[in-house]
């Protein structure tokens, strides 16, 4: 099995709604890759790195996919193929 790692990219952002969209566009820019889980993006403060703030719901659903959207959103989840 391969290990997984962790890239930390420090960036600025107005605040957490922006900071999670920026790396909720980097993610899913980069989701060609088969090596990134763009479902378990997190954003982080720089001063309080041990608090993480998810940027997709990613919640599983039937038949292996999970949910695409970001978190906290309204309505139903919506789907996509597990790799």
Do not use: I, K, N, Y
Request: proline content about 4%; some cysteine.
């Amino acid at each position: 099995m391969t290990a997984r790692w962790v890239a930390h990219l420090p960036f600025t952002a107005a605040d957490l709604p922006a900071a999670q969209q920026f790396a909720g566009t980097l993610a899913r820019s980069l989701s060609f890759l088969s090596e990134v889980d763009a479902g378990e993006t997190t954003v982080s403060a720089e001063d309080a790195q041990g608090v993480r703030h998810r940027v997709f719901c990613d919640l599983p659903l039937d038949g292996g996919r999970r949910c695409v959207r970001r978190v906290g959103h309204d309505g139903g989840c919506a789907a996509r193929r597990c790799r």
